[in-house]
């Protein structure tokens, strides 16, 4: 690993942070009478995120806890709740948003999630930026690079999620930015063509 790139990474915690504060706040979006649409692909974002989360605490952030910790309560039970967390993605995944046990099943989910954040805060973070406070950034850059591993695979569906969750007042927006975006764009290429023309007349 680069050791520039380790210095200028965020710490490992502050990126776990991070993605709880990213989840809790797609979360808190969730309105059981949208559209079936609108809530397949909120709860698609947030099972995706949950899921490469979970890839890269098990992969990266707890075996170096392991070695520096030992035997820890929060630790040792963090990979069996994430593979209850599997278990609830994958039903929702089997089911509808017209299935009368759909939004049950995501609050199960959450209510999970929240126990299991809220474990990692008060105990397993502050722990970890106690015992790894010279490796933080260090293992903060082998998250961030191996979370775009992760992440190639699914930017299609990704980007797909976060526009069909888009509120429409936000897809005015982008759609404004894009249009005004392509005019300045065009304008600015015409301007360039027409440059060479009027020194031309100049001389």
């Known amino acids: 690993m680069n050791a520039l790139a380790s210095k200028l990474s965020p710490s490992i915690t502050n990126m776990i942070r991070v993605d709880h504060t990213h ?8 309105d059981p009478e ?37 035997n ?58 106690r015992l790894l406070a010279d490796r933080l950034n260090e293992l903060g850059a082998q998250m961030t690079k191996r979370r775009l591993q992760l992440a190639a695979p699914h930017t299609g569906e990704i980007a797909m999620n976060t526009m069909r969750t888009m509120p429409a007042s936000s897809m005015l927006v982008a759609a404004g930015a894009l249009l005004a975006g392509g005019y300045l764009f065009k304008r600015s290429r015409g301007w360039h063509f027409r440059q060479p023309g009027s020194l031309g007349h100049r001389r």
């Open 72 to 129: 820890n309560e929060v630790l040792n039970k963090s990979a069996p709740e994430h593979d209850q967390m599997r278990q609830l993605i994958g039903r929702l995944r089997d089911m509808t948003p017209a299935d009368l046990t759909y939004d049950s099943t995501f609050m199960d989910l959450m209510r999970d999630v929240m126990h299991h954040v809220a474990d990692e805060e008060t105990v397993l973070l502050p722990e970890a930026e």
């Open 23 to 30: 989840v809790l706040s797609n979360f808190h979006q969730y």
């Open 34 to 70: 949208a559209s079936d649409g609108t809530r397949q692909a909120l709860v698609n974002q947030i099972c995706l995120a949950l899921e490469i989360h979970a890839q890269l605490e098990e992969e990266i952030f707890y075996p170096a806890m392991r070695a520096v910790a030992g």
